[in-house]
């Protein structure tokens, strides 16, 4: 990548800490390089993400006039960059980093990096940043914890190893930084209604196979109910798993655009994935997702059966 100007940057869409911080963190680092670099977007940055964005993020396909390299960050296959296709098409070379399993093969990359024992690709962006010669600054520092202690679930998921805790100490290294104000910027800044939302989502879950899986929805209906956005739902799947004997957790998001997503995670032996790619998704062993194009009703009756299968097994 050294030897490359002009590279176009993309998240996963419904963008996380992880595909948003990983993605500024390298744009920052090659920035410092000399390099004209963006993240490339089309929707807006979650509220409680919005310090990772510095000045990096854009929305415009022409924001580059030669894009010598797209490079797709925290995700594999073309339909994990929806409506980005355009400008995804204008790199001369095309690369994917990313540290989950599932490949999709809809893409033919010039060069993957996908590290499956990566707990984010925080982590092997950290590495990139180092090996590419730049300097680890405050921000980068920042975007880098971000990534790594939201795909850790602060340092508590079993894809948490060593490295992860190494990578961290070297970032308390950096000068001013302080992982309690980023956590803090992440975690607490939640609304008054997205907590009355999550109690209502939580307050009418739906359990199986002798309360091994807990099924939870947030539908459009609930969202106007109680004047949230999507985004303010995050977190409520690792609510549900923190439920004694759940072994298996899915909570379905109604979109606006007449999809469905379904948010998978499993305890310990509950195969997620496999769950997930039965209907055309993906992710890691413990947590993934797919979409449906259905109701949540029709999605529920789909999924459900499959799901009580893999905690019964
Ligand atoms: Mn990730």
């Known amino acids: 990548m050294s030897d490359l100007d002009g590279i176009l940057l993309f998240p996963h869409i419904n963008m996380d800490g992880d595909a948003l911080g990983s993605c500024s963190a390298l744009c920052l680092a090659l920035r410092s390089l000399g390099k004209k670099a963006y993240v490339m977007i089309n929707e807006p940055v979650p509220k409680n993400l919005d310090f990772l964005e510095c000045g990096c993020c854009t929305t415009d396909d022409s924001v580059l006039e030669d894009v010598q390299l797209s490079l797709m960050l925290d995700c594999n296959g073309i339909k994990r960059i929806p409506g980005r296709e355009a400008a995804w098409e204008r790199g001369r070379l095309k690369g994917c980093i990313d540290h989950h399993a599932t490949a999709s093969k809809d893409i033919r990359y010039d060069f993957t990096r996908i590290e499956p024992k990566s707990a984010a690709t925080g982590e092997i962006i950290y590495r990139l940043i180092k090996d590419l010669g730049a300097e680890i600054t405050l921000d980068i520092a920042n975007c880098l914890f971000a990534a790594i202690t939201t795909d850790t679930g602060n340092f508590q998921h079993t894809n948490t190893t060593s490295r992860s805790h190494e990578i961290a100490g070297h970032l308390y290294k950096v ?12 975690y607490d800044r939640r609304s008054k209604e997205a907590l009355r939302l999550e109690s209502a989502v939580l307050g009418d879950l739906d359990f199986y196979a002798d309360g091994k899986l807990a099924v939870g929805k947030v539908t459009q209906d609930l969202l106007s109910q109680y004047g949230c956005t999507m985004d303010e739902a995050e977190g409520i799947i690792q609510r549900i798993m923190s439920i004694d004997g759940v072994e298996a957790g899915c909570l379905f998001k109604e979109s606006s655009q007449d999809n469905v997503r379904a948010s998978l995670r499993g305890r310990t032996y509950a195969n997620m994935e496999r ?10 062993v413990l947590a993934s997702g797919c979409t449906f194009h259905t109701t949540v009703a029709e999605a529920e009756k789909q999924l459900v059966p499959c799901l009580i299968e893999a905690v019964n097994v």
Request: aromatic share 10%; charged share 15%; hydrophobic share 40%.
């Open 175 to 186: 000068e001013g930084f302080n992982s309690k104000v980023i956590s803090a910027l992440i």
């Open 275 to 284: 769950v997930a790619s039965r209907f055309g998704g993906g992710g890691h």
